[in-house]
């Protein structure tokens, strides 16, 4: 850890370290929108991209080869970070993350673009992560709060202007620009953190756990393919899906063993000691599970039933996204006044439930005022919960270990979302297709048979009759996955429960050390270097 400032320097440290700081956070916000932002501008200059290059066949890996690769990168680049410096790890996947950007932008085939987008997702796991650490670093957890509403409005900026900036890119100036605009982004974020950002330098002895890694890569690989692809390619029970459910089984338990005997464990298992860290683990994989649901089935829902324009599909989730940035800034700014902070966990909880419970109770006679209001309900859930785990989190481990904490913490999330999307997308494409073949029978079932989600021209071109047996039969879907989404956020609500109140660490009253071990560790002085 770095030494703190001196004391004769006190007053001219003061008066320099908001600007500083605040430069830094700019730096790291501009990262976390390059983060959220690419998938969803992608998938808007997608056609296009098909259009070109050719390779429908070989579409779906464009977007699972960047997730798959961003999974995967996620411990890893945690525990680098730990390991030789915050700073350097954090430009490195910048770097890598940028050069998969050009490269992207350059692909002359679909071969090349699903490579390219491989390496431009083994950066993109490191920028979320470094984001999170290098703030738990900068900043103590009781000051942390007030922070929060920054990271929503990004994350709330990012859904709701991806598709639209992703829909102007491609009209105007070509799909290739969806790649390349990363880049002069990306550039402002690199030379801000050179410059200003000053952390402690490390240089751990230990060797990278290569085969910890590779395990862990193994098992995360298989678990997004097997949600990724069941249910859609492959049939749950057929072999490829079982092989990959044994794959990965074998690998998470072969990591899990090898964790206990590493000398450098990617993942320290020691982390999970804290209860306030497991617990947070379990709330914020729940919160992913619902959340990337909820963003896939809402926007189809107001297409489909209430006949909402698919241009504007970012703008539909306003009334959630809303809900979520302005309750996170006061959950933040409470959380810095007093250091309390379980009331958040156990609020989230029970409006995430009932903003689920209301959401599957809409169906084709929904007007769009009501159906606002069940999200707003929803991102209230959802402003208590995104940033206060990530928070408790970071406060339940040692300083040294930040980087695992966020990554883990981070890579909970990712994978809640992948379930998430596969459990609640099979549950809506079988009650969609069951509920098309009883209302419009054999038509129906044509309808829908090599997908439930249809858009906007073929909608139209649907007979009258088909066209409302398939917005009942998407009522009916959403209900079923809304109403499996609530289930699941019961047991978000049990965990809360359990969360213990340790005083976080910071300024304020609360600075003295608290909590179990493991739970408290002193305030970092990096604050005083980021000059």
């Known amino acids: 850890m770095a030494e703190s400032a001196a004391p004769a320097a006190d007053g001219e440290k003061s008066e320099k370290q908001p600007r500083s700081i605040r430069v830094v956070l700019l730096a790291l916000m501009i990262t976390m929108m390059l983060a959220m ?4 501008i992608v998938g808007t200059a997608m056609p296009t991209i098909v259009g070109e290059l050719g390779g429908l066949e070989h579409l779906s890996w464009v ?46 085939n679909m071969g090349q673009l699903i490579g390219f987008r491989a390496v431009q997702g083994l950066g993109a796991g ?26 929503a409005g990004v994350m709330a900026l990012a859904m709701i ?9 491609t009209d105007n100036w070509g799909w290739r620009w969806a790649f390349y605009i990363n880049l002069p982004l990306g550039v402002v974020a690199l030379v801000a953190i050179s410059a200003v950002l000053h952390l402690p330098k490390k240089r751990s ?34 072999a490829r899906i079982m092989e990959l459910i044994g794959i990965g089984v074998a690998a998470l338990v072969g990591f899990v063993f090898w964790q206990t005997k590493a000398a450098e464990p990617v993942v320290p298992l020691h982390i999970f000691r804290s209860r306030n860290f497991s617990l947070m683990s379990t709330i914020g994989f729940i919160t992913g599970f619902v959340m990337f649901g909820a963003t896939l089935f809402l926007p189809l829902y107001q297409q489909a039933v209430q006949g909402a324009s698919a241009t504007n599909s970012g703008l539909l989730l306003l009334p959630m996204l809303g809900a979520m940035l302005v309750v996170s800034m006061i959950a933040g ?12 966990p156990l609020a989230g909880s029970v409006l995430m439930i009932l903003g689920l419970f209301l959401l599957s109770r809409m169906d084709t006679g929904t007007s769009r005022f009501t159906s606002g209001v069940y999200m707003a309900v929803l991102g209230a859930g959802m402003g208590c919960l995104m940033q206060i785990t990530m928070l408790v989190a970071q406060n ?6 930040m980087g695992v904490a966020s990554s883990s913490t981070t890579l909970f999330r990712t994978l809640g979302s992948s379930f998430g999307v596969a459990i609640m997308g099979a549950l809506f494409n079988n009650r969609v297709q069951h509920v098309m073949a009883e209302r419009a029978g054999a038509l129906g079932s044509k309808i829908t048979e090599k997908s439930a989600s249809l858009d906007a021209k073929s909608l139209q071109k649907l007979p009258a009759v088909a ?8 009522s009916a879907g959403t209900h079923s996955a809304f109403l499996l989404g609530a289930v699941v956020a019961v047991l978000a609500l049990a965990a809360a429960v359990f969360v213990k109140e340790v005083p976080l660490r910071g300024a304020g009253p609360d600075k003295q050390a608290g909590g179990a071990a493991g739970d408290a560790a002193e305030v970092p002085s990096a604050v005083a270097e980021a000059v």
């Open 467 to 474: 066209r409302e047996a398939y917005q009942y039969a998407v």
């Open 396 to 401: 339940s481990v040692e300083m040294r270990d």
């Open 126 to 151: 490191g920028l979320m992560v470094g984001v999170m650490a290098i703030i738990g670093d900068l900043i103590p957890p009781r000051e942390r709060g007030k922070y929060q509403g920054m990271m």
């Open 63 to 108: 977007v699972t080869a960047y997730t798959l690769a961003t999974a995967a990168a996620t411990p890893l680049w945690g525990k680098l970070g730990d390991m030789y410096g915050r700073k350097g790890s954090f430009m490195t996947s910048i770097v890598i993350f940028l050069a998969g950007s050009a490269l992207s932008g350059m692909a002359q």
């Open 205 to 238: 002895q230990a060797r990278v756990d290569y085969l910890g890694a590779a395990l862990l890569t193994v098992g995360i690989t298989s678990i997004v393919l097997v949600t990724t692809w069941g249910g859609s390619q492959y049939a749950w029970t057929s």
């Open 333 to 344: 700014r409470v959380t810095t006044n007093s250091g309390r902070y379980k009331v958040f």
């Open 161 to 169: 202007g991806g598709p639209l900036v992703g829909g102007t890119i």
């Open 37 to 40: 932002l690419d998938n969803l």
